[in-house]
């Protein structure tokens, strides 16, 4: 248990140094992510939606079910919405000032899409269903004592993540969803943290799908019913060991539609 606390208080001040996508690719065309931390450049076409998450402090589970979880704290529209051909990779890079992802943080990386049945400039956020396209969980046994996680993944990308956009997803613009969700304080369950510790870190990202696709999106949730806080995957201990082998990645299974289009392009 004092092991726990220690580790915990170690992690607190982190809080207020959490990285933000800072920057996305798309069709190899580089954007600034929103950034609500500067009035400056940052908030110029970028396809990032923007947020009031100033210090980029993380959502929790009894945020899961709440307006926040969908895109952010004060989560809005992006004005801009950035081309990418189906088929292709948008990159995304967390990253803050000097403030890389904190390694300590390690957690599965998870990517959603929704439609927006028009202008994502404009979408009610509520009305939005989303898939996961992606996800990547617990990796391996090796080099830390937690494992090695799909965040480690990240850090060792220069802080970035990739996501596939499937070949044969239909044009029209949509809201991709990516998030990291934390899971080193998720053995802990009172206060503010019931019923546990496990941080959501979400970032919508408006998108223009471009080519000649006709999958549409179907059988998609809104994001305030992908997660429960007590839910396998948000509870555990990731201290106890490196082997997580097993280890239930939150939120619903992969859309069949990115499994179907994965099979198309190997
Ligand atoms: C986005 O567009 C709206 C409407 O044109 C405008 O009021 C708002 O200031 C813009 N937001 C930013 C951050 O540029
Ligand atoms: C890591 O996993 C491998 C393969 O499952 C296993 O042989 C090895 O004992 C594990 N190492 C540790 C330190 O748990
Ligand atoms: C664990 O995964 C990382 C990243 O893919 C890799 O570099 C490393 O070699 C893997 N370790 C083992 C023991 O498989
Ligand atoms: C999306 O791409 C299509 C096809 O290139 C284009 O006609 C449309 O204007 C684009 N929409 C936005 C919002 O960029
Ligand atoms: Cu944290």
């Given at each position: 248990?004092?092991?726990?606390?220690?580790?915990?208080?170690?992690?607190?001040?982190?809080?207020?140094?959490?990285?933000?996508?800072?920057?996305?690719?798309?069709?190899?065309?580089?954007?600034?992510?929103?950034?609500?931390?500067?009035?400056?450049?940052?908030?110029?076409?970028?396809?990032?939606?923007?947020?009031?998450?100033?210090?980029?402090?993380?959502?929790?589970?009894?945020?899961?079910?709440?307006?926040?979880?969908?895109?952010?704290r004060g989560g809005s529209n992006a004005n801009?919405?950035?081309?990418?051909?189906?088929?292709?990779?948008?990159?995304?890079?967390?990253?803050?000032?000097?403030?890389?992802?904190?390694?300590?943080?390690?957690?599965?990386?998870?990517?959603?899409?929704?439609?927006?049945?028009?202008?994502?400039?404009?979408?009610?956020?509520?009305?939005?269903?989303?898939?996961?396209?992606?996800?990547?969980?617990?990796?391996?046994?090796?080099?830390?004592?937690?494992?090695?996680?799909?965040?480690?993944?990240?850090?060792?990308?220069?802080?970035?993540?990739?996501?596939?956009?499937?070949?044969?997803?239909?044009?029209?613009?949509?809201?991709?969803?990516?998030?990291?969700?934390?899971?080193?304080?998720?053995?802990?369950?009172?206060?503010?943290?019931?019923?546990?510790?496990?941080?959501?870190?979400?970032?919508?990202?408006?998108?223009?799908?471009?080519?000649?696709?006709?999958?549409?999106?179907?059988?998609?949730?809104?994001?305030?019913?992908?997660?429960?806080?007590?839910?396998?995957?948000?509870?555990?201990?990731?201290?106890?060991?490196?082997?997580?082998?097993?280890?239930?990645?939150?939120?619903?299974?992969?859309?069949?539609?990115?499994?179907?289009?994965?099979?198309?392009?190997?």
């Open positions: 248990m004092f092991a726990k606390l220690t580790l915990l208080l170690s992690t607190l001040p982190l809080a207020l140094g959490h990285s933000l996508v800072a920057d996305i690719w798309a069709n190899g065309v580089h954007y600034n992510g929103w950034d609500p931390n500067t009035a400056g450049p940052y908030r110029v076409d970028t396809p990032g939606w923007y947020t009031t998450n100033i210090g980029g402090s993380p959502l929790y589970p009894i945020d899961a079910n709440q307006l926040q979880i969908i895109c952010a801009f919405t950035a081309p990418v051909a189906a088929g292709s990779d948008v990159r995304l890079r967390w990253w803050q000032v000097n403030v890389a992802w904190p390694e300590s943080h390690h957690g599965p990386v998870i990517d959603y899409i929704a439609p927006c049945n028009g202008p994502c400039s404009r979408v009610d956020p509520t009305t939005l269903k989303f898939v996961k396209l992606a996800q990547r969980g617990w990796i391996n046994n090796s080099t830390y004592q937690e494992g090695y996680w799909a965040s480690d993944e990240l850090i060792a990308d220069d802080g970035s993540w990739n996501v596939r956009i499937p070949v044969d997803l239909a044009p029209g613009e949509y809201v991709l969803r990516h998030e990291i969700i934390a899971l080193h304080v998720a053995f802990t369950g009172t206060g503010a943290y019931s019923p546990s510790g496990a941080e959501f870190y979400p970032q919508c990202v408006n998108l223009n799908v471009t080519g000649s696709g006709t999958r549409s999106v179907v059988g998609g949730v809104d994001a305030r019913e992908l997660y429960r806080g007590d839910k396998p995957g948000l509870t555990l201990d990731i201290h106890a060991t490196n082997d997580h082998s097993g280890y239930p990645i939150p939120g619903p299974p992969v859309w069949t539609g990115a499994l179907a289009a994965r099979q198309l392009a190997a």
